[in-house]
T-cell receptor, first 114, second 120 residues
């Protein structure tokens, strides 16, 4: 069982809907991340949170709004998305003080915008 | 310019044989780390192996080994004795900055991946 849990696993939403993706990690890590994986493109880092503070916003459109209420939970709030936002959204966490340790990933949320 | 290049979109290997997946990287930072992840069809990214830029020896983890050639900026993954369950996408990734930077400096840049198919 993965230490990083993402819900829902699949989501279909219309362009006018508002939905949220949830990520929870049980590993005691300090840092959490959102990545976007589109077909035929490398994983793209979207946001980084370190000790609940956002430390990186990789030029992500404002229709994606992250929230990190504590070090164990990370949300991605979605509104007025576009069809090109359809992708696999992966959450990850890492032990922030040790850069030589791996990031642990969740199984992702496969998002389809119709 | 791409920081991580995986030139093999797809690879095929016979069960029980070894296979090498290529990865080259580009960085001017003297401190960096290289990772390989496996992504099966379920979507989860599974960590396989890590190599730090100052590590003197090539990393090994069970059937996985990393052929690290620093001067050539390559970090190829070698899988020995392939198994059917090894069929998946494989991603090479790089973290730039010292190992103790962590937190906001711990950002992984991924390559486009290689789809490995193990044939029975």
């Amino acid at each position: 069982e993965t230490g990083v849990t993402q819900t829902p696993r699949h989501l279909v939403m219309g362009m006018t809907n508002k939905k949220s993706l949830k990520c929870e990690q049980h590993l005691g890590h300090n840092a959490m991340y959102w990545y976007k994986q589109s077909a035929k493109k490398p994983l793209e880092l979207m946001f980084v949170y370190n000790f609940k503070e956002q430390t990186e916003n990789n030029s992500v459109p404002s229709r994606f709004s992250p929230e990190c209420p504590n070090s164990s939970h990370l949300f991605l709030h979605l509104h007025t998305l576009q069809p090109e936002d359809s992708a696999l959204y992966l959450c990850a966490s890492s032990q922030g003080s040790q850069g030589n340790t791996e990031a642990f990933f969740g199984q992702g949320t496969r998002l389809t915008v119709v | 310019a791409q920081k991580i290049t995986q030139t093999q979109p797809g690879m095929f290997v016979q069960e029980k044989e070894a296979v090498t997946l290529d990865c080259t990287y580009d960085t001017s930072d003297p401190s960096y780390g290289l990772f390989w992840y496996k992504q099966p069809s379920s979507g989860e990214m599974i960590f396989l192996i890590y190599q730090g830029s100052y590590d003197q020896q090539n990393a090994t983890e069970g059937r996985y080994s990393l052929n690290f050639q620093k001067a050539r900026k390559s970090a190829n993954l070698v899988i020995s004795a392939s198994q059917l369950g090894d069929s998946a996408m494989y991603f090479c990734a790089m973290r730039e900055g010292p190992e103790n930077s962590g937190g906001s400096n711990y950002k992984l840049t991924f390559g486009k991946g290689t789809l490995l198919t193990v044939n029975p």
